[in-house]
C-alpha cells in the first residue's frame, strides 16, 4: 500500500492515498513564502553570474511577496517580442529568409541540371538517328551493288565463260 507524504507542522505526515489532503492557508502561506525565498535565490545567483559576465546588465531586484501571502496575477509579463501583437493571436512561423533562398536556388538547380539532361539526350538522339540514315543508305548501296554482281555473275555464266 502506497503513501502519500505531506508537509504539515514542520513534521512529515504519511496519508493514504484515497483521503484528499488538506493544507491550512497557514502552511500554504508558508509553502509561498519558501517558493519565492528559493526563486529570490536563484534570480540572486543568476544575477551575480550575469554580472561577472556582463556589467552593462542591471541588477536584477529580487521578488519581495506582499505581507498577506498572495502573489499578484500579472507576475507573468507577455515577451518584448510579441507585445505589440494581440495577446490572442498566437505568432506565425517565419522561416528565415536565408533558408527560403537556398530552397530556391537548390530547385533552380535541379531544373538547371534537368534541362542540361533533357538537351544532352536530344542531342545524342539526333546524332543516332543521322548515323542510322547513314547506314541505311549504305545497306542500300551495298544491297544494290549485290544485286549487278549477280547479274553479272548470271550473264558470266549463260555465255560459257
Known amino acids: 500500500m502506497s503513501l502519500l507524504k505531506t508537509y504539515s507542522d514542520g513534521m512529515l505526515k504519511q496519508c493514504p492515498p484515497s483521503h484528499p489532503v488538506f493544507i491550512s492557508d497557514r502552511d500554504l502561506t508558508e509553502i509561498q ?3 519565492v525565498e ?3 535565490d ?3 545567483n543568476h544575477s551575480e553570474q ?3 559576465v556582463s556589467i552593462s546588465r542591471p ?3 529580487p521578488f519581495t511577496p506582499p505581507p498577506n501571502g498572495n502573489v499578484p496575477s ?3 509579463k507577455p515577451s518584448a517580442r510579441y507585445a505589440n501583437q494581440p495577446s490572442s493571436e498566437t505568432p506565425k512561423y517565419q522561416p528565415p529568409r536565408i533558408l527560403i533562398f537556398a530552397c530556391l536556388a537548390f530547385l533552380f538547380i535541379t531544373l538547371a541540371v534537368i534541362l542540361f539532361v533533357v538537351v544532352k ?3 545524342t538522339v539526333s546524332y543516332l538517328s543521322e548515323v542510322l ?3 541505311q543508305g549504305h545497306f542500300q548501296e551495298v544491297s544494290a551493288l549485290k544485286h549487278k554482281l549477280q547479274l553479272l555473275e548470271r550473264n558470266l555464266n549463260s555465255t560459257g565463260h
Open 33 to 35: 513564502l519558501h517558493s
Open 38 to 40: 528559493s526563486i529570490n
Open 42 to 44: 536563484i534570480h540572486r
Open 50 to 52: 550575469s554580472r561577472k
Open 59 to 61: 541588477p536584477h531586484v
Open 74 to 76: 500579472p507576475v507573468l
Open 121 to 123: 539526350q536530344a542531342i
Open 133 to 135: 540514315l547513314q547506314h
